[in-house]
């Protein structure tokens, strides 16, 4: 699979997403679009939205060639990944394919550690920077220390502002006391954040 590997930027040491979701989107005359996504962005497509788990595979063996190819892979001592928003999917595509990482490259994948424990509205539907902050404060709780003085990578499938790994980011470094906290997405908005 081609990727970009585009740097992210926010409050943690280091990020990237594999690709950008994705290349185009044109209007339809019945309402609907016509989109253009990148290799990744289709292949997440196709599990997000049809349902079609055998994507687990392909998406999770490409996002850990791309972990086991950074410095830092070495000292990551767990991969946490970002808890859903939609609780209504027939299963969690952001856990499943972390949990497939986990297993090709040896880390766990703790589904206990990081915990949402603040309903939020969508964040798609919310433009405003600072909206999104306030929708997000307080979102995220760590339940414990045991990656206290570690390394571990946050895991989610699509950055678009960043404020999710942010809010996530600041719950580890002050509640979980992690040494340094490294970003990995599958994919990233056209934006220009």
């Known amino acids: 699979m081609t990727l ?31 989109t253009v996504r990148t290799e990744i962005g289709e292949v997440l497509y196709q599990l997000k939205y049809r349902y079609d788990k055998k994507k687990i595979a392909v998406i999770a063996e490409t996002a850990a060639e791309f972990i086991k190819s950074l410095l830092v ?22 856990l499943e394919i972390a949990l497939e990482i986990g297993r090709i490259i040896s880390l766990p994948v703790p589904l206990d550690y990081l915990i949402k424990q603040k ?19 307080g979102a995220f709780h760590v339940k414990d220390q045991r990656f206290k003085e ?3 990578l946050l895991f989610d499938d699509l950055y678009r502002s960043g404020e999710t790994l942010m809010a996530a980011t600041d719950a580890l470094y002050k509640e979980g006391k992690v040494a340094r906290v490294f970003v990995v997405t599958l994919t990233k908005t056209r934006t220009k954040r």
């Open 150 to 152: 570690k390394y571990v």
């Open 119 to 137: 309903q939020t509205i969508p964040l798609k539907g919310i433009e405003d920077h600072e909206s999104r902050r306030e929708q997000l404060e």
């Open 73 to 94: 892979y070495k000292f990551l001592g767990a991969i946490i990944p970002i808890p859903p928003s939609n609780l209504e999917r027939p299963f969690q595509p952001v």
């Open 4 to 34: 970009r590997k585009i740097p992210l930027k926010g409050n943690w040491r280091a990020g990237w997403a594999l690709d950008i979701h994705t290349v185009s989107s044109s209007p339809r005359p019945d309402g609907g679009f016509d």
